[in-house]
């Protein structure tokens, strides 16, 4: 399947054309679109694009590459990282899309980063030090939490800014919040991009929300 600009899940971004990108959901988690990227397209459309030129980005758990690829076309160096599995979709998506990326200054290239594992050392040297961390839809399975806790915070220097889009499935997803917090001042900006995202909390069961991460103190 590629999805394109034309789709129905798909925002109208603020730079020419927006990223072709295949998936094939019938070979598991890591290789589908999850409807927060749509939340993290939506605060790219809401922000000009080059606020991005030229930052170094990490996207954790990426899966087809979707988000990382737009700001990618936004003149972003991204670096789009997974599982093993994946690589090589995210690898074929990023050639879909190598021209968008050129003419618009950026870089994109697919890496594995598994959460809990991988060190900052056996990144791209570029990347050891982001300016900024994305990651959609990554708060799902209980046994996952602390590994995911410690890649941000591997990856989250005290001037990166990290941005954290989430669905609310589990009651579970709140106590990887509240350990979160030790490590991290958690901001909802959704409101950024919904006006009507207050008339919800932060954890309402199925909303779309929006976190900004600033590292504060070791976890």
Known sequence: MTLTKSDSSMTQLPF????????????????????SSRT??????????????????IELGCGCGLVGLCFAACGAH???????????????????????????????????LTWGVTQARQLPQQWQSPDVVVAADVVYRQELFQPLLSALVMLGGKDTVLLLAHVRRWKSDKRFFKALSKGFSVSDITSIIDKDADLLSSHTKGALRLFELRRHKTL
Do not use: M
Request: charged residues 20%; negative net charge; aromatic residues 6%.
């Open 16 to 35: 020419p054309s927006t990223p072709d990108v295949q998936d094939q959901p019938e070979k598991g988690l890591s290789f589908q679109v999850w409807p």
């Open 78 to 112: 991204v670096l789009l990282t997974d599982l093993p599995e994946p690589l090589d979709l995210i690898r074929s998506n990023i050639g879909l899309n190598q021209c968008t990326i050129d003419a618009a200054g950026g870089t994109a290239i697919a890496h594995e």
């Open 40 to 57: 993290l397209l939506r605060y790219l459309d809401h922000r000009q694009p080059q606020v991005w030129q030229g930052k170094r980005v």
